[in-house]
């Protein structure tokens, strides 16, 4: 009796190991649309810079330059009508950074605090912000442009 006890107790410590480790690794995709007015802003490509850190780790110095586990996921200048795609795992914060002339952008395109459990993070960037849905239907401004 204690074997079979002993066993099963093993089998639900394993179970939930595997459980944790696919949950970490699930990914979850980004997606950015440059939806500014096309005439206005032919002309004009936005830079987005996107980073990820694993939420697990601490800064002890606070500059990004001393941040081996900040990992630089895509930097490119995206044109009016472009769609910026990338994934991002459960663990993870996106970081954004966009500049469009003389504005400035920055903001988290994934948080696992609010964004966990959705497969898809949809982000459409106006002229007066960034907007974000995870059906791509309902958007919901989440932060503005500011200016140098």
């Known amino acids: ?5 002993l066993l099963f107790s093993l089998a639900v410590v394993i179970y939930f190991l595997c459980a944790t480790l696919h ?4 990914i979850t ?3 950015m649309k440059n939806d500014l007015p096309r ?3 032919a002309d004009v490509p936005m830079d987005v810079a996107i980073t990820s850190v694993d939420i697990g780790i601490t800064s ?5 330059i001393d941040h081996p586990w900040l990992k630089v996921i895509d930097h490119r200048l995206l044109k009016v009508g472009e769609t910026l795609k990338c994934g991002v795992t459960q663990k993870a914060i996106l970081y954004v950074g966009a500049i469009l002339g003389n504005k400035i952008a920055s903001f988290h395109g994934f948080d696992p605090s609010r964004d966990a459990g959705h497969e898809t993070v949809f982000w459409l960037v106006k002229e007066d912000g960034f907007y974000f ?16």
Do not use: I, L, P, R
């Open 60 to 64: 002890q110095t606070n500059k990004v």
């Open 133 to 148: 849905s995870y059906d791509n239907a309902s958007w919901k401004k989440d932060s503005t442009w500011e200016t140098e």
């Open 23 to 26: 949950a970490e690794s699930c």
């Open 1 to 5: 009796m204690a074997n079979h006890s």
């Open 39 to 41: 005439g206005k802003y």
């Open 29 to 31: 995709s980004f997606e």
